[in-house]
């Protein structure tokens, strides 16, 4: 495990608030120092907070979303198995939650429906602290994320428009998440990426924190308080297309070359239980 | 009062100072021991309980067996001899170890080893139970001499009893995982590990296997119970005042980590429930008593967790049993079918002939409070089968055939059940029936048929391989007890 891990953000906190250490944090996380007093955020201005606390359909001033099997109709590019829909029994805020269901049902073609929520043209920004706090759900072919895409992808052809992937999980490793970046020459099964492991617990049992730092040549990637991957442009082996605003992207997905498909064990319905998610700026 | 509390207090720290001492020191002698005990007597004499007085606790320990065991006491092995387990297949091995210098090593039988054809038995804390309520899984390393599958291993003394039935050993050490289905149950349990391997999968020849770093553990990564009862399968059956059924299929999924493992689970770890305490209701040993006329749905729960499967049962009134046999001299009858008599093998007592046969039970017999009753429904034949794989019956010294029947419906005129016997199926094979007319039989009540062999007409009857109970569909619903030929 990286040694920059081992920290607990909650007393780096304070520090963070005196001026005078303000800097040297900054200098620590962008020299990618792995000295034990590594910082995990920085950003503490708060620009974005959805805290689901309106019941019924998602706030439609932050979220829209993506119907169907995806532009071609081939499962987004993954022969992913899902129709997505903005259905409640897909998608809905309940008791202070978002929950984003994964359902076994014959729908429009598909064995499966799920849904999936975007911030774009409602919320882009480039750079800043983006955040969620989730209980993931379980069981083979689940694939769940929670990632950003630049907002130019439809005149800057994926992966030249960039994609952070803060968090996704694949349901039969219930100890395992992974943080990733895709640009020009590193995409998909090439793009750079990182586990990170729970030890003695597992992420569809309880809450937890996926966030990223991102800021002009560097993306640092944690989970609860432990920061375990920084990427900056030495670390990718293309052109680094950070640069530019990108918007949030939270979904279920069902089966498809990544994952595979759910197989006899799976339990449906399957839920992504999102407490809130927030974006800060510096 | 605050005198008697200080001296309370002074009294409880000199009573555990000198528990840790006589630990320590085991040759005290019993004079010392004996004045101590005087001395804390008088002292402690007349005072009620004191506040600081804690209950007994039971050890949280974990570790069973890391170099060696660790805290079961001296007399802690027990081979199910009864089960015809093998006594002497145990040792500690100080050569063999998964880590550090040495771990359990269990010798499997032959099948055929006159000492016993498996090796099975229970490590039972010699001493008091642990408390093991923090823990979510029992965890061990293993390894064999060759592979072997089915391998059933689990924990528990009797009431909460687990067992996972699916283990595989390799040759090389791997670990296994052993999930507690509801460790808030296990405040006091001293069964720690059993095992039970045989040579079903090795030909019957022996093997050896090693066990190292026995322990509980909180894994933290066991999660999302499945909980199922009867298999998992919803049961609808008819039941019987006083008649109790035993709720089996009892068993816990667990996620380990992203693998799924089922456990047996002793009944105790569920809580069942009913719909109607009037008619049917579950113990914490599984036992359904059958009380009241009426409907009533048992289902159960582990841990608030619904379990999947459960038993609706229909209950009519008491069970009307057929009459019991007369006694008979052993060479005078051949039973087929009763609890009164030795019965011979048979290959079945449906044998389902697609496309035609509608008859659905006797696959198996009902076990109604240990005796065995065959109740056909949806009956138009079925037959008995003695030709396949048992031998078949020379009925030539016999003279009759005596067959209980109960017909659970209405009869009507031109109901008929026939009687059909088959010689040397299938080779040469003849046959002969008798038919009895609706008029032989009354809705709800016993009929004893005592037919004579020579009724059947057949010239050879030293090869019956089929009795048939053919109706047509007439008579659809009967109770069959009591089958067998007799001088």
Known sequence: MNKMNKNSIYNRIKVVFIPAFLFISLTIVQSCNTD???????????????????????????????????????????????????RTENVKVENGFLLITAQEESFEGASYTSARLKTEGLFEQQYGRFEARIRLPYGKGLWPAFWLLGNDCDTNIWPNCGE???????????????????????????????????VNDRFDTGFHIFGIEWGPNYINYYVDDVLYNQITPEDVSGEWVFDHPFYIIMNVAVGGSFPGSPDSETVFPQTMVVDYVRVYQQ | MDKNGKLERTYILTLENNTIKMKNIKHLNFKSLFLILVFMTMISCERELSNEAEFATFSKAGEIFTDNFVGLGTNFFFPFISDGAKADVFSVDEDVAYESSASIRIDVPNANDPGGSFAGAIFIIDGSGRNLTEFDALTFWAKATQGVPNITMGFGESKFQVARNDISFSTNWVKYIIPIPDASKLTEEKGMLFFSAGTANTDGFGYTFWLDEIKFEKLGTIAQAQPAMLNGVDVVQDAFIDIPIQLTGLSQTLNAAGQNITVT??????????????????????LVSVVGTGEATISATLANVAAKGSLALNVIGSFDFAPKPPERNANDVISVFSDAYTN???????????????????????????????????????????????????????????????????IDTGDF???????????????????????????????????????????DRSQIGLLFFISDATISDIFVDNIYYYK
């Open chain 1, 164 to 198: 952070i992937d803060i968090m996704e999980y694949l349901g039969d490793s219930p100890t395992v998440v992974f943080g990733s970046a895709h640009g020009p020459g590193y995409s998909a099964g090439e793009a750079e990426t990182k586990e990170y492991s729970l």
């Open chain 2, 344 to 410: 011979i093998a048979v290959d079945y007592f449906n044998g389902f002939f697609a496309p035609f046969q509608t008859t659905l039970g006797g696959a198996p017999p009902l076990d109604v409070n240990g005796d065995a009753v065959i109740n056909y429904k949806d009956l138009n034949f079925v037959g008995i089968g003695t030709f396949q794989d048992v031998p078949s019956i020379n009925t030539t010294e016999m003279t009759h055939l005596h067959i209980d029947i109960k017909v659970n419906e209405s």
């Open chain 2, 265 to 286: 689970g002793a009944p105790s770890y569920f809580d069942f429930k009913s719909t109607d305490i009037d008619v049917a209701r579950a113990n914490e040993l599984g």
């Open chain 2, 417 to 459: 059940i026939t009687i059909q016997l088959l010689n040397s199926v299938g080779n040469n094979e003849t046959s002969g029936e008798v038919r009895f007319e609706a008029d032989t039989f009354t809705t709800d009540e016993w009929v004893s048929l005592d037919i004579p062999l020579a009724d059947f007409g057949l010239a």
């Open chain 1, 36 to 86: 034990e007093t590594q910082t995990v955020t920085n950003f503490r201005t708060l620009v974005m907070a959805d805290e689901f606390d309106n019941e019924g359909a998602p706030n439609s001033s932050f979220w829209t979303f993506d119907i169907g099997r995806g532009p071609n109709g081939d499962g987004w590019g993954n022969q992913e198995l899902q129709y997505y829909t903005n």
